[in-house]
């Protein structure tokens, strides 16, 4: 079982930055693949990044592509989203999420291959 604690989140102008954080219990955070979702009002869960068990293969939307980035500190335990150049469309849940994979160069797409949530952050960009 892991647990999964973000922060970072709350409320920034519109072409700030906001760093979030997602700390994994436990010490298998390295055979995790870890990825960020969020929620908008109104629509659906969806993909923001992921990011490989090596870190050294990420996946972004398209909507948050050269603003956002993705990292993961073994050490820590932690994945980070440093989101920059922030719009009023960005304002959502954040969810970390983790899964189990015996590859350490894959990452994954879909909400449904995550088996690990945590209970998301909120972030709310102002115009």
């Known amino acids: 079982q892991v647990q999964l604690l973000e922060s970072g989140g709350g409320l920034v102008q519109a072409g700030g930055s906001l760093r979030l954080s997602c700390t994994a219990s436990g010490r298998t955070f390295q055979t995790y693949v870890m990825a960020w979702f969020r929620r908008a009002p109104g629509k659906d869960r969806e993909l923001i990044a992921t990011?490989?068990?090596?870190?050294?293969?990420?996946f972004y939307a398209d909507s948050v592509k050269g603003r956002f980035t993705v990292s993961r500190d073994a050490a820590e335990n932690t994945v980070y989203l440093q989101m920059d150049v922030l719009r009023p469309e960005d304002t959502a849940v954040y969810f970390c999420?983790?899964?189990?994979?015996?590859?350490?160069?894959?990452?994954?797409?879909?909400?449904?291959?995550?088996?690990?949530w945590g209970q998301g952050t909120q972030v709310t960009v102002s115009s």
């Open positions: 990011i490989s068990r090596d870190g050294r293969y990420s």
């Open positions: 999420a983790a899964t189990p994979s015996d590859w350490t160069h894959l990452y994954y797409y879909l909400e449904a291959e995550y088996e690990y």
